[in-house]
Structures are given as C-alpha cells and as structure tokens.
C-alpha cells in the first residue's frame, strides 16, 4: 500500500511534458484599474502567490516526523500552531472554505455527501451532475473575486476550480483527475510561473490528495503515514527550491496548508445508525464516517431523533440545538438531524465490512487530531513568526489583502491574521 502512494507522487517527477489547458484570459484588459500594490517598489507592481494544500496533513505531523522543508518554511516566513478547520472537518467543506472565507454552513458544501431538500438532489464527489453543477456552490471563491478585479489565477484540483460557479473558472484550471501524479502537479505549477508576466498567474492553488489516503488507512501514528509525510516534504522542497531559482523568485508568496487533519479508528469502536433507524423508515441517510446528516419528514423527524438522542459514543443535534462553536445548522442542506460521533470513535450506516483501524476526520473541531497546517513564506510574510491556531474561513481574506484585491463578504476578519503580514502588506487605516 505505501509502495503504490509513494509510487503515484514520484511517477514523472522529471517529466516536464505539459499540457496546459489555457481556459481563458483577458490579457492585461483590467491591469489599468488594480489598485496601488503595496509590495510594487520590489516586484515591479508583479507577485504571485502559490497555495498548495496537502490533503489531511495533520497540525502535528512535523512533530511526529522528519519536515525539514516545512521547519525551514517556518524560519524564513510564519508558521501558525495550528490552522482549524471548520465543521464538518471534511475535505469539500473545507477546501471551499478556505477558497470563500465561509463555513459550510454558508457556502452550501455542508458535507461531502449530502442532500439538498428545495432541489429535492443529493451532492457527492462521485456524482458528477451534482459535483459540477455550480447550484450547489453558494459565496465567491477567491479566483473569482481575484479575476473580477483583472489578476489572473490558476488551479491544480481545487474543489470547486472545475465547477463553472457565477459562470467562470480559473484562467487557468483542470479537470479532477485523483490518478495525475504530485510531480506533474508541481512541473505545472512551475510552468505557471515561468509564463511571460502578460500572462502569468498572480493566484496558484494546486491540491494533493496525500497524506490523507494513507492517514485512512495506517492513522496518524502509523510508520507508512510518517514516511509519505517525509517524502511529501522532501517534494514540497523540490519545488520550494525550483520556485527560488526563477528569476523574480523574490516576487513569489508560497504558502502550504492543508484543510483537515487524521484521529485514529477502531472496529471496536463504532456506532451503526441502522442498529437505531429501520431502512423501513422514511428517512435519508447521507454523509460517511463520522458525520451524517439525516433527512425526514413530520412525525419521523423526532421518531428518528429519539432513536439516536440516548446512543453512547454520537452526538445527535436537531438544527438549532448544534453548539455556536461550529457555525452548522442553518443551511437546509445540513437536514434534520445531525449526527457527529465522538473523538476516535466511528458511525456507520451499515455494518463495516473490513476492519477501520486506520483513521479518519470530520470531528467536531475542538478535537486537536482534526487540527491542519499553515506555513507560508514570501515577500508579504514577516520572517520566523508563529502565529496562533486560526480557523481557515479567515485565509480568504489574508490572500485579498496580498493580492490586493476588495475581498467579497465572508465570514472571515482580516484582524485575525494581519500580523502574519509585514508591514508593507498591512493597510495605512488602523485596524478596529
Ligand atoms: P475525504 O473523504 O474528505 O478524505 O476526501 C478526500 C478525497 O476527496 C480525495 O481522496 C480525493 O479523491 C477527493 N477529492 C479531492 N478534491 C477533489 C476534487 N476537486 N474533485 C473530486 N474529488 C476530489
Ligand atoms: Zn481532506
Ligand atoms: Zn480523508
């Protein structure tokens, strides 16, 4: 198993056969009315700035294993304690809120899966219809504010980046293709910012989906988990370092994070909600371990509430009754019942068929275990700064301010990671 994670980031490593789907560009067309860039003295009024995110990539795993690109990261730029996810602490959910600044809850990806009760639809990432169908992606990633005010952006596998959402893509984007191995991902990033400046991104986002995969199947603790995290650093320095040999490498942010972070499992330890929920009821069912989201009618909707309120190891929350700490329960999508289990345990829909002994996230986001990473260097960030845990909806407007763009509404406050910026980037108006 490790063999085949390790194989798919090496393979074509040194390829640098590109095919760049170039979607579309306005060359320079809105250039003349960005605002005065603060950095501009330096880069000529040009800077890009890449976001790479590595699926599941725990707060903790620097600690647990050897991360000398990501410890050299944090020297030379800021590293926060940890970066908090928002609830459900899932990869679509908080993909999308780190691109919109807004927690599930508001932006509508409630869960991986769920189901939407006005379109009478269910949403998964298997399901190609619902999963490009921009009905289903609600605020306004950052690409499209960014390409509103005439910057140009790219993405790599950005949930959402493939979705034509308020009618656009990124100038420059794929098509999801988990099977594409990390190294060609990098080769592009790279290619993206070799282009003449004409043309040449100022926002990269590119996703991987490791160490996620293997956190599922080994946990947080396990050997094979700690050494793809190694080799994912060593690739993140292979990168880190073609980034500083280009010409305006000065010029260009580069920042890694990721959107969750791994609990360990046990099958001797999981709830299965049919145990409690007869198939012969009326009620839908939708999410996966360890967060379910349960969609009834009238008299069945406290039928199945009263089922589960009582069972050990879940929490079972009507809508209103889900605590403040995790902003959930007002979209309808989040359904009637919401069903989260504790820390380290799990909750099926059916009988597990093998053994869950590795890990998974989705856990309330006070449990630590579900805790991601944020390191970023460049020339917006200050040098060796720690910067405390923060939750993810506020990177929104952190890249607004960088890239120097009027940010959309969100859920997010700049005051809450200014201080990771230096001066030159902080606005002249003092903050509230
Ligand atoms: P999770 O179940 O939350 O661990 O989801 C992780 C999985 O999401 C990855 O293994 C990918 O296969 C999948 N994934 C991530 N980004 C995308 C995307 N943009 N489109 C489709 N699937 C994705
Ligand atoms: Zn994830
Ligand atoms: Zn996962």
Request: glycine residues 8%; neutral net charge.
């Amino acid at each position: 198993m490790i063999k085949a994670h390790v194989r798919i980031i090496l393979k074509g490593l040194k390829s640098i056969s590109l095919r760049i789907a170039f979607h579309s560009f306005f060359p320079g067309m809105f250039l003349a009315f960005l605002p005065f860039h603060p950095v501009s003295s330096q880069c000529n009024g040009f800077q890009s700035t890449v976001v790479i995110s590595l699926d599941g990539f725990r707060w903790d795993y620097p600690e647990k294993a050897n991360t000398p690109t990501l410890d050299q990261i944090a020297k030379t730029g800021v590293k926060a304690h940890s970066l908090i996810p928002s609830f459900p602490s899932k990869t679509f959910p908080n993909h999308y809120s780190i691109a919109t600044g807004l927690v599930p809850d508001h932006h509508g990806l409630v869960n991986n899966s769920f189901y939407d009760p006005k379109m009478k639809r269910p949403y998964s990432m298997g399901n190609a219809d619902a999963r490009f169908d921009p009905a289903f992606y609600g605020g306004e990633p950052i690409w499209i504010s960014a390409q509103k005010q005439g910057l140009r952006t790219a993405s790599f596998y950005w949930v959402g980046s493939d979705v034509a959402i308020q009618g656009k893509h990124p100038d420059y984007y794929k098509t999801y293709d988990g099977s594409v191995p990390f190294s060609e991902r990098i080769d592009t990033v790279i290619h993206w910012l070799s282009m003449p400046q004409s043309i040449r991104p100022q926002l990269i986002m590119a996703y991987y989906e490791e160490p996620d995969g293997i956190g599922h199947d080994f946990g947080p603790d396990g050997k094979e988990t700690l050494s793809l995290v190694h080799e994912l650093d060593s690739i993140i320095g292979i990168l880190y370092n073609r980034i500083k040999m280009l010409p305006e490498a000065d010029c260009i942010n580069f920042i890694v994070l990721s959107d969750h972070g791994m609990g360990a499992t046990s099958t001797e330890r999981y709830v299965n909600l049919r145990d409690y929920i007869p198939e012969s009821w009326p009620v839908k069912i939708v999410g996966g371990n360890p967060n379910y989201n349960l969609y009834a009618e009238g008299k069945w909707i406290d039928s199945s509430y009263n089922a589960l309120k009582k069972v050990a190891h879940i929490k079972t929350w009507k809508p209103t009754a889900v605590p403040e700490h995790l902003s959930y329960g007002t979209n309808p999508r989040t359904g009637n019942i919401i069903v989260v289990a504790d820390s380290a345990w799990s909750v099926t829909d059916r009988e597990p068929k093998k053994p869950a002994t590795g890990g998974t996230h989705g856990y309330d986001i006070r449990n630590t275990d579900m805790h991601a990473i944020f390191y970023a260097t460049g020339p917006s960030f200050r040098e060796g700064y720690i910067h405390p845990s923060f939750q993810n909806i506020h990177i929104y407007a952190l890249l607004a301010q960088i890239l120097v763009i009027n940010p959309a509404l969100t859920d997010g406050d700049l005051n809450q990671v200014i201080d990771m910026l230096k001066p030159q980037n902080v606005p002249n108006d003092p903050i509230e």
